[in-house]
C-alpha cells in the first residue's frame, strides 16, 4: 500500500463512510484468560460511541508506512496451505459471522500477546465499494474491497470521581471503570493495493518501534517479525561504524543525513505515492560523495546485506535522523535544528580532541544570557 491508498481506507471509518455493521471482540486479563467476548452494533450505538469506537480501530493505521505499518508478505504456499492465511480467509468471508475461527482467533492472541494489564481485541469487518476514478472524478463501482481490521488495546482504570452532566447542570459521582486505550498492536487484511484487494499481503501495526512482538506475527501470520524500527537504526549505525572505521567523521554522518533529508523533501515535493526506500546503492553512492575510498564501501554493502538481507529496502525514517543533529558525548548531550548542522564541528588543538558550536548568536546558560569574553 502507499499513502494514497493508505488515506482512502482511513477515511472509511467514520459513521457516516463505513459500511461496518458491528466490532467484535474479547476480554482478556493480565494472565492472559479469555474472560468474555462480546459484540457492539455500530449502527444502534450512540453517534459518539460509533465515532470513538471506529476512531480507535482507525488508530491501527496511524504511523509512518515501513515505520509504524509494516507490509507483511504472504507466499503462494501460505496463500494455498497456510493455517494462519486460511484463518485469515475466513474471518473475511464469513464477515467475522464464524464462531470456530473467532474463538480460534482470540485464543492465538491470547497465546502470544503478554501485557502487565488487561486488554481486549477487537475485530472489524468493512466492505467498501471502490469506484473507478477518471480525471480524479469517480465513476461507476467496478469492484469491492471486502477486509478485515484488528486492533488490541490495553484497558486502564479510572479514577472514582465527579463529572458534570449538562441536562441537569450538575455533578455526579462515577465509579471506577476500565478505560480503552490505544492499540498497541493491530493489522488490516488483505492490503488495498491498486485500489484492490491483495490477500498476498496484510498491513501489520506496532505502536512499539522497538518491538515486534515475535509471539503474535508467529502466531498470526506464521511469517518470521521484521526488524524493529529503532533496531534498524542501531543496525545501520553500526554497519557505518565498521566499514568506514577512522573514516566515520562529524562530517560524513552530517553528510549523509543531509542528503537523505533532500531526497525526502525531494519525494514529498513530488508527491510520490509509493514510500521513499534507501537501498544499499543509494547509500553507497552518498558516501562516495564524502570521498570514502572503495574499500570502505564494499565492507559496507557486506555489512548491509549481513544486516538486512540482500536487496533490502529501508526506510530513510528508520535508519537516519534528519529532523536534528545529535552530538552524544559521555556528560553531554548537543542537538542542532534542522538546517543548522553547520554550527557544529570537531577539532584537534593541542593535542587534545574537541567538539566546537559557532557561538556568535548569543549564549544562555541555565535560562541567563551570558558573554563569552574575546
Known amino acids: 500500500m502507499n499513502e494514497k491508498e493508505l488515506r482512502e481506507i482511513k477515511r472509511r471509518f467514520r459513521p457516516d463512510k463505513s459500511n461496518i455493521p458491528n466490532i467484535v471482540g474479547c476480554f482478556i486479563n493480565g494472565e492472559g484468560q479469555i474472560i468474555s467476548r462480546f459484540s ?127 441536562s441537569d447542570k450538575l455533578f455526579h459521582s462515577v465509579a471506577a471503570n476500565a478505560i480503552l486505550t490505544r492499540p498497541i498492536l493491530g493489522f488490516m487484511f488483505p492490503t488495498f493495493d491498486d485500489r484492490a484487494a491483495n490477500i498476498y499481503h496484510t498491513l501489520y501495526y506496532t505502536k512499539d518501534l522497538s518491538s515486534s512482538s515475535p509471539e503474535f506475527v508467529g502466531r498470526i501470520f506464521g511469517k518470521e517479525p521484521p526488524m524493529p524500527a529503532k533496531v534498524q537504526k542501531s543496525t545501520f549505525n553500526y554497519c557505518l561504524k565498521e566499514a568506514l572505521g577512522e573514516e566515520c567523521s562529524l562530517e560524513v554522518v552530517r553528510s549523509v543525513s543531509k542528503q537523505v533529508a533532500e531526497m525526502v523533501e525531494e519525494h514529498k515535493e513530488m508527491k510520490i505515492p509509493e514510500p521513499l526506500a534507501l537501498t544499499k546503492a543509494t547509500v553507497k553512492g552518498m558516501l562516495e560523495k564524502c570521498g570514502i575510498e572503495e574499500k570502505a564501501l564494499e565492507t559496507l554493502g557486506e555489512k548491509l546485506d549481513e544486516s538486512y538481507g540482500k536487496n533490502a529496502e529501508l526506510s530513510p525514517k528508520n535508519v537516519v535522523t534528519t529532523s536534528r543533529l545529535e552530538v552524544v558525548l559521555p556528560d553531554i548531550k548537543i542537538s542542532v535544528k534542522k538546517g543548522k548542522e553547520d554550527l557544529v564541528s570537531t577539532q584537534v588543538i593541542n593535542g587534545k580532541k574537541y567538539v566546537l558550536i559557532d557561538a556568535t548568536e548569543g549564549v544562555e546558560v541555565n535560562g541567563v544570557p551570558v558573554k563569552i569574553e574575546e
Open 40 to 166: 457492539q452494533s455500530i449502527l444502534l450505538s450512540e453517534n459518539d460511541e460509533s465515532e470513538a469506537l471506529l476512531s480507535v480501530m482507525k488508530k491501527t493505521l496511524s504511523g509512518s508506512l515501513g515505520t509504524n505499518l509494516i507490509d507483511i508478505e504472504f507466499s503462494t504456499r501460505d496463500v494455498t496451505d497456510g493455517e494462519e492465511h486460511k484463518l485469515l480467509m475466513t474471518l473475511r468471508d464469513t464477515h467475522l459471522k464464524d464462531e470456530a475461527a473467532l474463538s480460534t482467533f482470540f485464543e492465538r492472541v491470547a497465546e502470544s500477546v503478554h501485557i502487565n494489564s488487561n486488554y481486549v481485541v477487537l475485530l472489524a469487518n468493512d466492505i467498501y465499494d471502490v469506484y473507478t476514478k477518471e480525471n480524479d472524478e469517480e465513476s461507476g463501482s467496478s469492484v469491492t474491497f471486502n477486509y478485515i481490521v484488528s486492533a488490541i488495546c490495553p484497558l486502564k482504570d479510572a479514577a472514582q470521581g465527579l463529572f458534570f452532566r449538562e
